[in-house]
């Protein structure tokens, strides 16, 4: 998997546009945007609005949603802001971590790098990234779990090295195999890159929103796929598509509380995003008649927000909110456990261990990811799943 999305010449690494090949809440609506830029703002007051204001996209495709919300944050504060709420707009030091070329026409105010900066202070956006990040599949066998080979030219499978012991130590913990035959995917290396992430914050807010999974629920069958133009097509490591699998994200989350996160939520996207106030209603049917562009903008939004927030479309993706140093947003704290559930009924979360059946897309491009744990070298023509 990691050679084919980030090996020379993969999938990522050749600069694949996203947005040719699935549709993410980035692509869905500027909508995404407007609520990532009020999480913004709340990271930003907690931080008692400091002169340089980290925003950072891991995962960040072609830069589209830095670009958006740079957009809007040159407009004034709105009429809910608290008073003496400070301008974003030249505090801002955005920064897209992206494994692919930098776009040409991306503005300069965006830096474009291929790791995330060593010390973080602001808000840390991981939309769509950590299912991109490369993990094997593991078999039980009678020797004990084992990788999956792949054959890159047929799609070929067959038994190849004994897991490592990180892997094994997290098979234990977050997907114990239990019947001869049964299959996991290994999620070592997305808990690694999320405690990463968490361990760069110094003060602030990390968010990841993926499709996702806890221990209860565990995708059976596994979740991995490949997608290419559009369109949902075999995961074979050839280089020639996407592929992706969905997140433990329960193991993320605790992974993040190891590397120094003081506070986390674990929702979903549909309860995130009402409690950030896109609530997909459709404006009175009145205001057509008095302002006419209005109500169809207004209407436009109202889609647009529906989309997003679709319990069986984007809205089922699991949201891991994690702080350090800081409280988590104000907007967000009746999703907490033992806190009264949003009115739309999605509290407590759901696991989404099954992609949306209406938007087959998995994440935009990864951040360069982790290195490899030291493991068996593999057979000549055969890569790991």
């Given at each position: 998997?990691?050679?084919a999305?980030y090996?020379?010449?993969?999938f990522?690494?050749?600069?694949?546009?996203?947005?040719?090949h699935?549709?993410?809440?980035?692509?869905?609506?500027?909508?995404?945007?407007?609520?990532?830029?009020?999480?913004?703002?709340?990271?930003?007051?907690?931080?008692?609005?400091p002169?340089r204001?980290d925003?950072?996209?891991?995962?960040?495709?072609?830069?589209?949603?830095l670009?958006?919300?740079?957009d809007?944050?040159?407009?004034?504060p709105?009429?809910d802001a608290p008073?003496?709420?400070a301008p974003?707009?030249?505090r801002?030091?955005?920064q897209a971590?992206?494994?692919?070329p930098?776009p040409?026409?991306?503005?300069?105010?965006?830096?474009?790098r291929p790791?995330?900066p060593?010390?973080?202070t602001?808000?840390v956006i991981a939309?769509?990234?950590?299912?991109?990040?490369?993990l094997?599949?593991?078999?039980?066998?009678?020797?004990?779990?084992?990788i999956?080979l792949?054959?890159?030219?047929?799609?070929?499978?067959?038994?190849?090295?004994?897991?490592?012991?990180?892997e094994?130590?997290?098979?234990?913990?977050w997907?114990?195999?239990?019947?001869?035959?049964?299959?996991?995917?290994?999620?070592h290396?997305?808990?690694?890159?999320?405690?990463g992430?968490?361990?760069?914050?110094?003060?602030g807010?990390?968010?990841a929103?993926?499709y996702?999974?806890q221990?209860?629920?565990?995708?059976v069958?596994g979740?991995?796929?490949?997608?290419?133009g559009?369109?949902?097509?075999?995961?074979?490591p050839?280089?020639?598509?996407?592929?992706?699998?969905?997140?433990?994200i329960?193991?993320?989350?605790?992974a993040?509380t190891?590397?120094?996160?003081?506070h986390?939520l674990?929702t979903t996207?549909?309860a995130a995003?009402?409690?950030?106030?896109?609530?997909?209603?459709?404006p009175?049917l009145s205001w057509?008649e008095?302002d006419?562009a209005?109500y169809l903008?207004?209407l436009?939004?109202?889609?647009?927000?529906?989309?997003?927030?679709?319990a069986?479309?984007?809205?089922?993706?699991s949201?891991?909110v994690?702080?350090?140093?800081?409280?988590?947003?104000r907007?967000?704290l009746?999703?907490?456990p033992g806190t009264?559930?949003p009115?739309?009924?999605?509290?407590p979360?759901?696991?989404?261990?099954?992609?949306?059946?209406?938007?087959?897309h998995?994440p935009?491009d990864?951040?360069?990811a982790?290195?490899?744990?030291?493991?068996a070298p593999l057979?000549?023509?055969?890569?790991?799943?």
């Amino acid at each position: 998997m990691r050679e084919a999305l980030y090996g020379s010449g993969g999938f990522y690494a050749r600069g694949e546009r996203p947005a040719a090949h699935f549709r993410t809440s980035v692509h869905a609506s500027a909508r995404y945007a407007a609520a990532m830029l009020a999480l913004l703002r709340e990271v930003d007051a907690a931080l008692g609005q400091p002169p340089r204001l980290d925003l950072v996209d891991v995962g960040a495709g072609q830069g589209e949603l830095l670009a958006g919300m740079l957009d809007l944050a040159q407009r004034p504060p709105g009429p809910d802001a608290p008073p003496g709420t400070a301008p974003l707009a030249g505090r801002i030091v955005a920064q897209a971590v992206e494994a692919a070329p930098r776009p040409s026409g991306l503005g300069s105010q965006i830096r474009w790098r291929p790791e995330p900066p060593d010390r973080i202070t602001g808000l840390v956006i991981a939309s769509e990234w950590l299912d991109n990040i490369p993990l094997d599949v593991a078999v039980l066998t009678p020797d004990g779990p084992r990788i999956v080979l792949v054959d890159p030219a047929t799609g070929a499978e067959r038994g190849g090295p004994a897991v490592s012991p990180a892997e094994l130590s997290w098979l234990r913990e977050w997907w114990p195999l239990r019947q001869p035959g049964a299959r996991a995917e290994l999620g070592h290396s997305r808990s690694a890159a999320w405690a990463g992430l968490i361990g760069r914050l110094d003060r602030g807010l990390a968010v990841a929103a993926d499709y996702g999974h806890q221990q209860a629920s565990r995708p059976v069958a596994g979740s991995m796929a490949g997608y290419l133009g559009g369109r949902p097509v075999g995961p074979i490591p050839d280089g020639s598509r996407d592929i992706t699998a969905h997140v433990a994200i329960d193991a993320c989350a605790a992974a993040g509380t190891a590397a120094g996160a003081t506070h986390t939520l674990l929702t979903t996207q549909r309860a995130a995003l009402r409690a950030l106030g896109l609530a997909g209603r459709r404006p009175p049917l009145s205001w057509a008649e008095r302002d006419p562009a209005g109500y169809l903008s207004a209407l436009q939004a109202a889609a647009e927000e529906a989309e997003l927030t679709e319990a069986t479309g984007l809205g089922g993706f699991s949201w891991l909110v994690q702080a350090v140093r800081v409280p988590l947003p104000r907007p967000l704290l009746n999703l907490l456990p033992g806190t009264h559930p949003p009115l739309d009924g999605t509290h407590p979360p759901p696991d989404s261990a099954h992609p949306p059946p209406d938007s087959a897309h998995p994440p935009p491009d990864s951040a360069q990811a982790p290195p490899d744990s030291a493991q068996a070298p593999l057979a000549a023509g055969w890569a790991r799943s």
